[in-house]
């Protein structure tokens, strides 16, 4: 991606990676959906925050049911699309780059 995000965008990245795995396949699962969302927005409300979780996830192929329920709630906390397929594209990319023995990042 050409917009590397700030230092503080990251650590908010990170929490919310962690968090809505949990929410969304881990020992959180079970709480209701609109529980789930406020439980991000504790965390962040960024728009930007949420579409930069939410790529990689755009990115798998081949779609996971796990991806799909993390996406479904990145969406509805409000997840930024341009940002999330931009991080998507540059994921692709990197896989492919990977796949030719080229650099990562």
Same mark, same amino acid.
């Given at each position: 991606?050409s917009?590397l995000?700030?230092?503080?965008?990251?650590m908010a990245v990170a929490e919310?990676s962690?968090h809505v795995?949990?929410?969304?396949?881990?020992?959180?699962?079970g709480m209701p959906?609109?529980?789930?969302?406020?439980?991000?927005?504790q965390?962040?409300? !960024?728009?930007?925050?949420f579409g930069h979780?939410? %790529?990689?996830y755009?990115?798998? !192929?081949?779609p996971?049911a796990g @991806?799909?329920a993390?996406a479904?709630?990145?969406?509805a906390? %409000?997840a !930024?699309?341009?940002v999330?397929a931009?991080?998507?594209?540059?994921?692709? @990319?990197?896989?492919?780059r990977?796949?030719?023995g %080229?650099?990562r @990042?």
């Amino acid at each position: 991606m050409s917009d590397l995000p700030s230092s503080a965008t990251r650590m908010a990245v990170a929490e919310v990676s962690g968090h809505v795995v949990r929410l969304a396949y881990g020992n959180l699962s079970g709480m209701p959906f609109p529980r789930k969302i406020e439980s991000l927005w504790q965390i962040s409300q !960024d728009p930007a925050v949420f579409g930069h979780v939410l %790529g990689p996830y755009l990115a798998e !192929d081949p779609p996971t049911a796990g @991806g799909a329920a993390v996406a479904e709630l990145l969406r509805a906390a %409000g997840a !930024d699309e341009t940002v999330a397929a931009a991080n998507a594209e540059w994921q692709r @990319g990197r896989r492919e780059r990977e796949r030719r023995g %080229g650099p990562r @990042g």
